[in-house]
């Protein structure tokens, strides 16, 4: 699987701060614990990063991790709950905008941090982050240009 996310990270590693791989078998144990359904790209790039900070503002929330507690995707969910997020939206980022997985359609959303609404979606993990997250930072940092696939 091919992420423009992971192309940047292996071209400026200085802007990225992963956690750390997981294990497959470790990552799909802990997901059936939680009983949780993700979309097959977050999967991938926790497989491959265990997620965590990039840029100066971004955070992925990773399964586990005892580095900083306050970033498990776990423990997130658990508190944004108690703020009445609902049960159906699983929160993955937060930074410039909070991102859920709509559990049910497996859709990526940007919502309100306050009212949980959504105000735009994406039907990937590339799609948002390509749409949503790089256009931000793109000039600051001198990524590559993106090419159009033709």
Known sequence: MQLT???????????????????????D???DEMRWLIPDDLKYLWSETG?????????????FSSLYPYDQIADVNEYQRSLGLPQNYLVFHSGIY???????????LLIDAKTYKSIREFRS??????QAIRPEFENRYSLSPLHSKD
Do not use: C
Not at 125 to 130: A, F, N, P, S, T
């Open 29 to 31: 144990s802990w997901l």
């Open 5 to 27: 996310l992971l192309i940047d990270a292996k071209a400026r590693p200085e802007l990225f701060y992963w956690a750390g791989p997981i294990e497959n078998k470790k990552l």
């Open 51 to 63: 997620g965590r900070d990039f840029f100066e503002s971004e955070t992925i929330f990773y399964p």
């Open 98 to 108: 909070l991102s859920i997985i709509e559990t049910i359609s497996q859709r990526f």
């Open 125 to 130: 993990l590339e799609e948002w982050y390509v």
